[in-house]
């Protein structure tokens, strides 16, 4: 069975949040880099973005998004990446940065551990985190 992407209107959040939290939250305790609540009232506002990845009707991956504009630039920050089974949704990558770039974004970070630095080598550690220009 084949794996797809799907962005998470905020009016349905409440549909899949049970589903995927374990896999934010277990990402976020792991990465230690920001405050779970933050995250998920960010979700709610409309401020952040959700997409999971589907293998049928199972979810097997989650991704928080959002965009952050500094005087300089818009950049899509990924907060929150997790899941089961990498190899059936990492290659979705490419997706979320054609998004990113629907949204004049100029470049994608990650905020995470330094291990998707070895799966993710596109990516060039600036700072404390992982970041590619669009």
Same mark, same amino acid.
């Given at each position: 069975?084949?794996?797809?992407?799907?962005?998470?209107?905020?009016?349905?959040?409440?549909?899949?949040?049970?589903?995927?939290?374990?896999?934010?939250?277990?990402?976020? $305790? $792991?990465?230690?880099?920001? +405050?779970?609540?933050?995250?998920?009232?960010?979700?709610?506002?409309?401020?952040?973005? @959700?997409?999971?990845?589907?293998?049928?009707?199972?979810?097997?991956?989650?991704?928080?998004?959002?965009?952050?504009?500094?005087?300089?630039?818009?950049? +899509? @920050?990924?907060?929150? @990446?997790?899941?089961?089974?990498?190899?059936?949704?990492?290659?979705?990558?490419?997706?979320?940065?054609?998004?990113?770039?629907?949204?004049?974004?100029?470049?994608? $970070?990650?905020?995470? $551990?330094?291990?998707?630095?070895?799966?993710?080598?596109?990516?060039?550690?600036?700072?404390?985190?992982?970041?590619?220009?669009?």
């Amino acid at each position: 069975m084949t794996c797809s992407l799907f962005w998470v209107p905020p009016g349905n959040l409440a549909e899949v949040w049970p589903k995927v939290e374990p896999f934010i939250r277990e990402a976020m $305790r $792991r990465g230690n880099l920001s +405050c779970f609540a933050d995250v998920v009232q960010s979700l709610a506002n409309g401020d952040a973005f @959700l997409w999971i990845a589907c293998e049928g009707e199972d979810i097997v991956a989650a991704a928080v998004a959002a965009i952050r504009v500094t005087e300089w630039r818009r950049v +899509c @920050l990924i907060i929150a @990446l997790g899941g089961k089974d990498r190899g059936k949704w990492l290659h979705f990558e490419p997706e979320i940065e054609r998004w990113a770039r629907e949204q004049n974004c100029s470049a994608m $970070r990650i905020m995470g $551990r330094k291990g998707w630095a070895k799966v993710l080598p596109q990516y060039r550690v600036t700072r404390i985190v992982l970041e590619k220009e669009l």
